[in-house]
Each structure stands twice: as C-alpha cells, then as structure tokens.
C-alpha cells in the first residue's frame, strides 16, 4: 500500500486485530493501555483514517504525528484528540514507545443523544488545534480516573443504565478537556501573540494594495489559510485574546481604512466605497453606519 493512501479503520473491533489486541468487550467503546499495544511492523500502515472519535493520553512518546497537513506538537502536552474522518500519519524511525491511554469512541455510541451534537462543539477534536494538551500531575490522574471509570463501567454487566453513565463520564472528560485548552490558550500568550501580530500585518498589506478592489474584502478561510491555521482555530484564539472573532477583525481594519479615506481624501462616498472593494455603496454605508453609529458623510462632516 503507498504511503500516502490513508489506510481506513471503520470499526474498533478492525482497529484491536491491526494492534493485536483482544477483542473489544463493547463494539462501540473501548479503553487500551498503549503498553498493549503491538510494535508496528515495517510493512504496516503508517497513514490512517478512522471512523470513529480517539482520545488518547500519552507519555513518554518517541515518535511524531501529522494530523492534516501539520505536525502535532507532543513537547509538552500529553493528551490528543482524533475526530472520524480525520487524516493522521506516524512518523517514526525506529520502533515507537510510548505509555499510557487510548479511548475509542464509535459516534453510533451517542446517536440520538444530545452528545451527538455537543460533541461537534469541541474544537480540539479538529485540524485546527496542532499541539497535545499539556496536564499538570494532579489533572492527569483525573483525566485518568475518568478514562478507567469508563473501562470499569462497560466492562461490567450491562444494564439499562450503562451508556448514560459512561456518557456522563464522557462529557465530563471533554468539558474538562475545554477548560485546560482553554487555559492553554491564555498561558501560551506569546505564540498566540505572534499569531495576532502577523494578523495584522497581513491586513495591513491587504488594505494598502489593489487587492480589495480587484478580489473584495478578504475572507475569512483566506486569512486562516495565509496564518497556516484552520478558521476555527483562528475564531477561537482571537476571541480569547481580543474578544473579537475574525471578521470582526477584518471589518474592524475596513473602518479604519474608510475612516483614513473620508478624513484626508475628497473622494466621494461611492468612490471609497469602491475602492474597499465594495459593488454597491450601500453596503459599505450600512456596514460603516454599523460599526460607528455614523453615516460616512456624518463621520467626514464631522472634522469640518
């Protein structure tokens, strides 16, 4: 099989034989300690897609993962998150080591259960997010406990009550698991920073050259894409850093240059309007009107 055909997981039992594992005591979930786990043979896929959500908890791993098209950054975190669907490769010289968890979770596990939409909420499980979760000790033993009350419960008879309960662990798991992201927004606020700083210089060049009246307003997929970040991710960093999503941001710096336009320049209305890219001049009055509780013509009048 090439390299770079992604070799496709559909269920967990798939998965447990192409590990050499045991059989899975639930065909929709499942807890392995990676200690478990088979050394991968020369031959066997290193490129994957699966059809099912992974979490795994990870320590002292030797090797390297690419999910999408960048790498995942293991230095400091431990924790992973792999939605269905999602493309991820292995990258390892030699044989890979590593301890710790995996949770394998089939979506058919909470359909029809409000979880099935919560879950498309977190945004961690997306290309977005290309660095593991860092845990201190103490929230790692709860991540843990977590993952094992999950084992215990459907390893043991199963009742009508089963899948409520382990659902309720999930959640709690993933709620967590937002909050310490979220944390680790906040205190990597250098890098997020840079990403804040390159924002605004790419704006910057985009509102001074032609390129608003020959392409339009930049979109949001066209930042995200020119920051080497995912437009989740990039929403999600600028709104805990600024409060502002990105078209906020890309509206924000529109202003600024129609402000600059209406205070130094005779242009007309329409004329600017055109010129930050706009067909109708309505729209760039309505949006203007918008932002500053003044008309254009207002706002230049208003340094007369």
């Known amino acids: 099989m090439?390299?770079?055909?992604?070799?496709?997981?559909?269920?967990i039992?798939?998965?447990?034989?192409?590990?050499?594992?045991?059989?899975p005591e639930h065909p929709l979930i499942s807890v392995v300690n990676f200690e478990a786990i088979r050394e991968l043979k020369e031959d066997d896929p290193r490129t994957f897609i699966q059809n099912y959500y992974s979490i795994a908890l990870k320590r002292n791993f030797n090797a390297k993962i690419k999910y999408g098209q960048q790498e995942y950054d293991f230095d400091e975190g431990v924790m992973f998150?792999?939605?269905?669907?999602?493309?991820?490769?292995?990258?390892?010289?030699?044989?890979?080591?590593?301890?710790?968890?995996?949770?394998?979770?089939?979506?058919?596990?909470?359909?029809?259960?409000?979880?099935?939409?919560?879950?498309h909420q977190y945004e961690y499980f997306s290309y977005s997010v290309h660095e593991a979760l860092y845990l201190s000790e103490k929230e790692e033993t709860m991540i843990t406990g977590i993952i094992q009350g999950i084992a215990q419960e459907y390893q043991s008879n199963i009742d009508k009550f089963s899948q409520d309960v382990i659902l309720s662990q999930l959640e709690l798991l993933l709620t967590y698991s937002e909050r310490f992201y979220h944390r680790q927004f906040i205190t990597r606020r250098v890098a997020n920073h840079q990403i804040l700083g390159r924002l605004e210089d790419l704006l910057t060049e985009y509102f001074n050259n032609e390129s608003l009246t020959e392409k339009g307003?930049?979109?949001v997929q066209y930042v995200a894409e020119r920051l080497n970040v995912s437009p989740g991710y990039l929403?999600?960093?600028?709104?805990?850093?600024?409060?502002?999503?990105?078209?906020?941001?890309?509206?924000?710096?529109?202003?600024e240059k129609a402000k600059e336009k209406l205070s130094t320049t005779d242009l007309s209305v329409s004329e600017i309007a055109y010129e930050l890219g706009f067909v109708h001049s309505q729209s760039f009055s309505k949006l203007f009107k918008a932002k500053t509780n003044l008309s254009p013509l207002e706002f230049r009048q208003s340094f007369n």
């Open 217 to 219: 307003l930049p979109t």
């Open 81 to 119: 998150f792999i939605a269905p669907g999602q493309v991820f490769s292995i990258l390892a010289d030699g044989p890979i080591q590593h301890t710790g968890w995996l949770l394998l979770i089939h979506p058919d596990f909470f359909w029809n259960k409000p979880l099935a939409k919560k879950i």
């Open 2 to 11: 090439p390299a770079t055909t992604p070799y496709r997981i559909r269920t």
């Open 235 to 255: 929403g999600s960093l600028l709104k805990t850093l600024t409060g502002q999503n990105t078209q906020q941001h890309i509206h924000e710096k529109l202003i």
């Open 13 to 23: 039992s798939e998965f447990h034989r192409l590990k050499g594992l045991p059989k």
